[in-house]
């Protein structure tokens, strides 16, 4: 699904070269929700932000569902990205707009009909569980309730791959539950992909299939979460 083949990503900061993915090599398949540990500065976020080419590979590979995304062009990589949603740390809302025209924001960028728009939106808000919510702003939530729906907004092109960048960071024990038992229930029930990156060994414990471990740029170890580490 999606596959990641000798990447690296170098930054300049002044006159020092910063190597902050280094020949990673990584393989998601279908339907798994795939981890990323590692402490903060260990390259997750670059790595995750190049997966769907928000930020641009240095060199190497990224594939996905055998679609080479660093070789395509802009139109062509906004719709790959269609497929590819997104969720944040910080949850990233338009914080001027209800939480309705938030998660229809990606629909009214693929140009939907209104009436589909107004269906898909509800029935998103249903699933994470926020029906009567679509007229708050997003000020007026709760951050687990924020990531809900930053979840439904990035449910609203139906993709195939969720990626999750420190999704539960912001969050508290039990909210941070509830978020990662939607993100299994998402994953269960419509066969989507999960790639995500965090520094908490809980999450990755909680719903992860598979893991890599990252430490400076680099993959240190990867494979079941059984066999990387014992559950308790
Ligand atoms: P993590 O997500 O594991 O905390 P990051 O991917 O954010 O790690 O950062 C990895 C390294 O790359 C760090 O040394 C960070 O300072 C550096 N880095 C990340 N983004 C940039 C950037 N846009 N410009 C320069 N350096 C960056
Ligand atoms: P988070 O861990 O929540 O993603 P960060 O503070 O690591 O937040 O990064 C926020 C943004 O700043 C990212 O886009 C990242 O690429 C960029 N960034 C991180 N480190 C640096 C850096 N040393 N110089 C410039 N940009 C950076």
Redesign the pocket.
């Known amino acids: 699904m999606i596959t990641i083949k000798n990447l690296q990503k170098t ?1 300049r ?1 002044g006159n020092r070269i ?1 190597e902050a993915v280094k020949d990673v090599n990584i393989e998601v398949k279908k339907g798994e929700i795939f981890g990323v540990i590692g402490f ?1 500065g260990a390259g997750k ?2 790595l995750i ?1 190049c997966v769907n080419l928000l ?1 641009k590979p240095t060199s190497g590979l990224v594939q996905v569902n055998g679609l080479e995304l660093t070789s395509l062009t802009e139109p062509e990589l906004r719709a790959a990205r269609r497929k590819i949603g997104m969720i ?3 949850f990233n809302l338009l914080s001027s707009s209800t939480v309705f025209e938030n998660v229809a924001a990606p629909l009214r960028l693929a140009r939907a009909p209104k009436k589909q728009i107004e269906e898909k939106v509800n029935e998103l808000l249903r699933l994470v569980g926020l029906a009567d919510k679509g007229g708050s702003y997003p000020s007026q939530l709760s951050g687990g309730q924020k990531q809900r729906v930053a979840i439904a907004r990035a449910l609203a092109n139906d993709p195939e791959i969720l990626l999750c ?2 999704a539960t ?1 912001a969050l508290d024990p039990q909210t941070t539950d509830s978020i990662l038992e939607l993100l299994l229930d998402i994953n269960r029930r419509f066969d989507i992909t999960i790639m995500l990156i965090t520094h908490e060994m809980y999450v990755i414990k909680q719903i992860c299939d598979r893991v890599a471990v990252m430490e400076q740029g680099a993959v240190v170890e990867q494979g079941t979460v059984l066999d990387i580490f014992a559950r308790p």
Do not use: A
């Open positions: 930054y900061q910063v903060s976020s670059t932000r930020e944040f740390q910080h960048d420190e960071s």
